[in-house]
T-cell receptor, first 116, second 109 residues
């Protein structure tokens, strides 16, 4: 398919484990975003890439969260020493343009992380 | 700091009704206002994007309006259908996209 692909679809981690969540954006899309969505809430911004450059990481909740997009396509969100409050759906979105204001976002189906 | 609020949190209507979903935002310095649909267990699907210079956008049975000065947007759904049942999210884009909490819509046959 031509959409944004995220894997794994579901992830269960024991508290203290490290996890890595993958996002394959639409081919050619310049901008890539990560969002965290708690149950019953709207998505909360985590971080933004323009190609390989991480231009905004102000939404990352702690230094346990780390994101990268080394070649400007696939991105990985890593969470170290997971805590129960990290349980959420992690959504990835991409857009064609590097200009944020005129390009619709295309979202993946998300990774549901449960920390036990 | 931008805050986005959606009212109501949940709405249940019979099939065929016209309905309005409301969105308000605190900072009018936005590039655009976007409406998304989210089905259970799925990601978000973009419905409409209204640039800050525009007043409204239409797509099929959906019409979204934007009043920047008052910090409000509405999503109008005409002749609702059971397939419209989903959560509808609005988001205001300044430097980043800030979402409301969504309105959960149920359209009963």
């Amino acid at each position: 398919g031509a959409g944004v692909s995220q894997s794994p679809r579901y992830k269960v981690a024991k508290r203290g484990q490290d996890v890595a969540l993958r996002c394959d954006p639409i081919s050619g899309h310049v901008s890539l975003f990560w969002y965290q969505q708690a149950l019953g809430q709207g998505p909360e911004f985590l971080t933004y890439f323009q190609n390989e450059a991480q231009l905004d990481k102000s939404g990352l909740p702690s230094d346990r969260f780390f994101a990268e997009r080394p070649e400007g396509s696939v991105s990985t969100l890593k969470i170290q020493r997971t805590q129960q409050e990290d349980s959420a759906v992690y959504l990835c979105a991409s857009s064609l343009s590097g200009r944020l204001y005129n390009s619709p976002l295309h979202f993946g189906n998300g990774t549901r992380l449960t920390v036990t | 700091k931008q805050e986005v609020t959606q009212i109501p949190a949940a709405l249940s209507v019979p099939e065929g009704e016209n309905l309005v979903l409301n969105c308000s935002f605190t900072d009018s310095a936005i590039y655009n206002l976007q409406w998304f649909r989210q089905d259970p267990g799925k990601g978000l699907t973009s419905l409409l994007l209204i640039q800050s210079s525009q007043r409204e956008q239409t797509s099929g049975r959906l019409n979204a309006s934007l009043d920047k000065s008052s910090g409000r947007s509405t999503l109008y759904i005409a002749a609702s259908q059971p397939g419209d049942s989903a959560t509808y999210l609005c988001a205001a884009q300044g430097g980043k996209l800030i979402f409301g909490q969504g309105t959960e819509l149920s359209v009963k046959p």
